[in-house]
Each structure stands twice: as C-alpha cells, then as structure tokens.
C-alpha cells in the first residue's frame, strides 16, 4: 500500500481525515477535509468534489490503521491516494499543528 511519512507532507498538500466526530473535534489539522471512515461510502462525492483533480489523497487518521483501509478503496477506485503512517498521533509528536474549529490548540484523542 503507498505509504508517506507526516515529514513527507508540505503545505497545501490534500488531507482526507477519516477519524470519528469526536476525535476531529477534538483537535485536527488545518484544512483537512473530514469524512469519518463510518460515513465514507455515503460521503464518497464530498471527496471527489473536493480532491485535486489531478492530485494525491493524503489520508490520515488516529494511528495509521482505518486510513490504510480507506487509502486501499481509493487506490481500487483508481485514485492517487496514499496513506500517512502513524496518522495524527505522529503528526502531532512532530510538532505539526493540532487546532479545534474555533482555531485554538487541540489535541489528538
């Protein structure tokens, strides 16, 4: 499965979040698209609407566990997707910002 590190990641680059409600709310990074893993064939379309026509799908969620499953359907629906290993737990151990909606300092459930 195509995999990338949280350093591999540069800014502006599109973040697909699978995590739960409560997890995003909690804390995420800034402009990531959410789409919890549990709604995601229902919310397919929010994807393709939002994604980079000709771009990667970095996806991400708590550890690396539900991204690698999404990241696999999308690679199956012909998709440039990739997974980022070790998800949010690592993006925040490396010091990548973590914000609520409100755009105040979270943290990774």
Known sequence: MPTVEVTDLKDGDFLLDVREDDEWQAGHAEGALH???SDFVARYGELTEAAPQDGRVHVICRSGGRS???TMYLVQQGI?????D???QIWQAAGRPVLTDEGRPGQVL
């Open 68 to 70: 690698a499953q999404v």
């Open 80 to 84: 440039d997707a990739v997974n980022v």
């Open 35 to 37: 789409i919890p893993m």
């Open 86 to 88: 070790g998800g949010m």
